[in-house]
């Protein structure tokens, strides 16, 4: 990294330290007791904790505990049962036999018309997780015909032709597909919104936990259920504790006030890998760290500009001095220890003469004017100044616009931003899983809405790469499919995209000792009611 880019980088970071440290100060905090659990972390992505609408990665670990699915995956992708006892899969649907001991915290038994409601509800609310089934061909239209209810323990759901049986199991594995108390949710309806304001902040599901609070950007607390149907939680409660700034979290994690920091930066995880009663985990989610770039920017609609943009970026050096374990470096998005994966272009390297020369070519030899929008969180804001930084180095200026996850979201899904920051995730252990959400967009005008879909967003039409996505989608036959796989990702480098990985994206946390069978999941859905703590 040259020295210029590096000395903007540390002169921001020293900036935006210094200006958190005077903002927050923590709170006075006993010991966490034994049968708590005091997650330190960043809530400031939570913006809803109705599974139908929030899709951000705290809270899914929340939704998680809160609500159950009729399926569920294990950190290795090994699906297993949750609501379902058991499945079949047949060449048009998928029955599912329901257990007959599972309850709602509510006391009522989970039935199969309470599964066909929720997933009713996930298409006609019409939120961002609509998405997840929406790319497989079920509409907020066609969902009541596809849905059936046998008797109160069997369910089956219709297959579309567009989406394979194990690829739609896992789909139903995902928070989204969160089978929530319809009675709960209907008594709490306000003007048809089928009870989304009251369960934005409470909850009316079958897991392990409820909501007993949630302050925006404080804390969040869920107690334990000991009527849960599998069996009450060993802790009595966890508490998810936001902790904006990481010499803070340090210090709470040194003091024994939170179990697991989850949201340090990369020095002060490498501070607690020599300190006892610590141990560092790096999480492999699958997801990668993204500049997203709208096309409805005339400049960035141009594919020299966005190569221009990604020439501009000393990767190498950002990885060393800013991302640690939080990331590698990698511009396909399918992490290239998954079969099928290819490897990264020779084209997309750091090289801000080439990225001079594109610009100028392009029409812009003096560079623009951008923004770059950001969630302020650990380390994408720091990742944002490093691209600030070399963007002004070939002649492009750039702000940095920080915000709270209910700042940015919804510009992200309005399309109301020229260049951001996000970060995905993977929603199954393979190239299909890691790549969709980069490599569809059925419809891009902006009368479709369609803000659930992470390619929509930056207005990228790509209809060639949709319709190899959808033939992989359907596709049983494993050769057939990696073959296909093989060719969305060169497709998706033909296209110059406007969703370009950077990195790949690990999480690292940092946990106590004292915490026993704490199992890091990729998807950030770790199950918490076998968790347990010594004295």
Same mark, same amino acid.
């Given at each position: 990294m040259n020295s210029v880019i590096r000395n903007r980088i540390a002169s921001a970071l020293v900036t935006a330290t210094a200006l958190t440290a005077v903002a927050y100060s923590p709170p006075a905090l006993a010991d966490t007791p034994s049968d708590t659990?005091?997650?330190?972390?960043?809530?400031?992505?939570?913006?809803? #904790? %109705?599974? @139908?609408?929030?899709?951000?990665?705290?809270?899914?670990?929340?939704?998680?505990? #809160?609500?159950?699915?009729?399926?569920?995956?294990?950190? %290795?992708?090994?699906?297993?049962?949750?609501?379902? &006892?058991?499945?079949?899969?047949?060449?048009? +649907?998928?029955?599912?036999?329901?257990?007959? %001991?599972?309850?709602?915290?509510?006391?009522?038994?989970?039935?199969?018309?309470?599964?066909?409601?929720?997933?009713?509800?996930?298409?006609?609310?019409?939120?961002?997780?609509?998405?997840?089934?929406?790319?497989?061909?079920?509409? !907020?239209?066609?969902?009541?015909?596809?849905?059936?209810?046998v008797d109160d323990t069997t369910f089956r759901i219709d297959l579309t032709g567009d989406v394979a049986g194990d690829f739609l199991l896992y789909r139903l594995a995902e928070v989204a597909a969160s089978v929530m108390d319809r009675e709960v949710a209907m008594e709490n309806e306000v003007d048809g919104d089928q009870g989304n304001a009251f369960l934005r902040t409470n909850s009316a599901g079958s897991g392990p936990f409820t909501l007993q609070r949630w302050s925006p950007n404080e804390i969040v607390i869920m107690q334990a259920r000991e009527d849960y149907w599998d069996g009450a939680p060993e802790l009595a409660r966890v508490v998810m504790q936001h902790a904006p700034e990481s010499q803070v979290e340090r210090l709470m994690l040194e003091r024994g006030d939170i179990d697991i920091a989850?949201?340090?930066?990369? *020095?002060?995880?490498?501070?607690?890998?020599?300190?006892?009663?610590?141990?560092?985990?790096?999480?492999?989610?699958?997801?990668?760290?993204?500049?997203?770039?709208?096309?409805?920017?005339?400049?960035? !609609?141009?594919?020299?500009?966005?190569?221009? #943009?990604?020439?501009?970026?000393?990767?190498?050096?950002?990885?060393?001095? =800013?991302?640690? /374990?939080?990331?590698?470096?990698? @511009?396909?998005?399918v992490p290239s220890s998954y079969d099928s994966a290819i490897?990264? /272009?020779? *084209?997309?390297?750091?090289?801000?003469?080439? +990225?001079?020369? #594109?610009?100028?070519? +392009? *029409?812009?030899?003096?560079?623009? &004017?951008?923004? =770059?929008?950001?969630?302020?969180?650990?380390?994408?804001?720091?990742? +944002?100044?490093?691209?600030?930084?070399?963007? !002004?180095?070939?002649?492009?200026?750039?702000?940095? =616009?920080?915000?709270?996850? !209910?700042?940015?979201? /919804?510009? @992200?899904?309005?399309?109301?931003?020229?260049?951001?920051?996000?970060?995905? *995730?993977?929603?199954? /252990?393979?190239?299909?899983?890691?790549? &969709?959400?980069?490599?569809?967009?059925p419809d891009n005008s902006r009368e479709a809405n369609n803000a659930g879909n992470f390619v929509w967003r930056s207005a990228w039409d790509i209809p060639g790469l949709t319709e190899i996505t959808a033939q992989a989608m359907k596709e049983n036959d494993p050769e057939v499919r990696a073959e296909l796989f093989r060719q969305m990702q060169e497709q998706f480098v033909e296209e110059v995209p406007a969703v370009f990985p950077m990195f790949e994206r690990f999480l690292p946390l940092a946990i106590s000792t004292r915490v026993q069978g704490y199992k890091p999941h990729p998807q950030q859905v770790v199950r918490l009611e076998d968790v347990a703590k010594t004295d």
């Amino acid at each position: 990294m040259n020295s210029v880019i590096r000395n903007r980088i540390a002169s921001a970071l020293v900036t935006a330290t210094a200006l958190t440290a005077v903002a927050y100060s923590p709170p006075a905090l006993a010991d966490t007791p034994s049968d708590t659990l005091v997650y330190g972390t960043s809530l400031a992505q939570v913006i809803s #904790l %109705d599974p @139908h609408q929030g899709q951000e990665a705290t809270s899914l670990e929340i939704m998680a505990n #809160l609500y159950d699915r009729l399926v569920t995956s294990s950190a %290795d992708g090994e699906l297993s049962p949750q609501l379902a &006892e058991s499945w079949e899969i047949t060449d048009d +649907a998928i029955t599912f036999q329901l257990r007959d %001991d599972a309850t709602f915290a509510s006391g009522r038994a989970v039935t199969a018309e309470d599964v066909v409601w929720s997933l009713t509800r996930l298409m006609t609310l019409n939120q961002a997780p609509a998405a997840k089934l929406q790319s497989t061909g079920y509409t !907020a239209e066609n969902i009541v015909d596809m849905l059936h209810v046998v008797d109160d323990t069997t369910f089956r759901i219709d297959l579309t032709g567009d989406v394979a049986g194990d690829f739609l199991l896992y789909r139903l594995a995902e928070v989204a597909a969160s089978v929530m108390d319809r009675e709960v949710a209907m008594e709490n309806e306000v003007d048809g919104d089928q009870g989304n304001a009251f369960l934005r902040t409470n909850s009316a599901g079958s897991g392990p936990f409820t909501l007993q609070r949630w302050s925006p950007n404080e804390i969040v607390i869920m107690q334990a259920r000991e009527d849960y149907w599998d069996g009450a939680p060993e802790l009595a409660r966890v508490v998810m504790q936001h902790a904006p700034e990481s010499q803070v979290e340090r210090l709470m994690l040194e003091r024994g006030d939170i179990d697991i920091a989850g949201s340090l930066t990369p *020095g002060d995880i490498a501070y607690f890998t020599e300190q006892d009663g610590v141990e560092i985990v790096e999480v492999p989610t699958g997801g990668f760290y993204v500049l997203a770039m709208n096309m409805e920017r005339e400049e960035l !609609a141009n594919p020299q500009v966005r190569q221009a #943009l990604f020439r501009a970026i000393d990767y190498a050096g950002i990885e060393q001095a =800013i991302l640690g /374990p939080y990331g590698t470096t990698r @511009h396909i998005p399918v992490p290239s220890s998954y079969d099928s994966a290819i490897p990264d /272009p020779e *084209g997309w390297t750091y090289d801000p003469e080439e +990225a001079r020369r #594109l610009l100028e070519e +392009a *029409g812009y030899p003096d560079g623009f &004017e951008v923004t =770059i929008k950001t969630i302020a969180q650990t380390p994408r804001v720091e990742l +944002a100044t490093a691209v600030q930084a070399a963007l !002004a180095d070939i002649g492009i200026s750039a702000s940095v =616009i920080q915000g709270s996850g !209910a700042d940015i979201v /919804p510009q @992200h899904r309005a399309r109301d931003f020229d260049l951001l920051i996000p970060q995905t *995730g993977a929603y199954m /252990p393979n190239a299909m899983g890691a790549m &969709e959400q980069f490599s569809s967009n059925p419809d891009n005008s902006r009368e479709a809405n369609n803000a659930g879909n992470f390619v929509w967003r930056s207005a990228w039409d790509i209809p060639g790469l949709t319709e190899i996505t959808a033939q992989a989608m359907k596709e049983n036959d494993p050769e057939v499919r990696a073959e296909l796989f093989r060719q969305m990702q060169e497709q998706f480098v033909e296209e110059v995209p406007a969703v370009f990985p950077m990195f790949e994206r690990f999480l690292p946390l940092a946990i106590s000792t004292r915490v026993q069978g704490y199992k890091p999941h990729p998807q950030q859905v770790v199950r918490l009611e076998d968790v347990a703590k010594t004295d």
